[in-house]
């Protein structure tokens, strides 16, 4: 995380995963991977931001990317 200021952090993340035990047949248990970058405004509860995610590694039909809205830190 980049503290920007006027209560403004730059947040980069590398993501690395797996699915597996679910109920659905198109489950792969090989780890994906994906990178992102998000702003985050700072307020007296938490943090509120906008990040958005690309795929490394997107299978045929996959969107590249995906943009998410989170209140609060994930860790």
């Known amino acids: 995380r980049l503290d920007l200021g006027l209560n403004l952090e730059l947040a980069a993340f590398y993501d690395v995963g797996r699915l597996t035990d679910t109920l659905g047949d198109d489950v792969s248990d090989q780890l994906r991977t994906s ?5 985050r405004y700072i307020t007296p ?3 509120i931001g ?4 690309r795929k490394l590694d997107p299978e045929e039909g ?3 990317g ?9 860790f």
């Open 45 to 47: 509860i938490g943090p």
């Open 35 to 39: 990178v992102g970058l998000g702003l």
């Open 50 to 53: 906008f990040l958005y995610g």
């Open 66 to 74: 995906r943009l998410h809205f989170s209140v609060g830190y994930t």
């Open 62 to 64: 996959e969107s590249r």
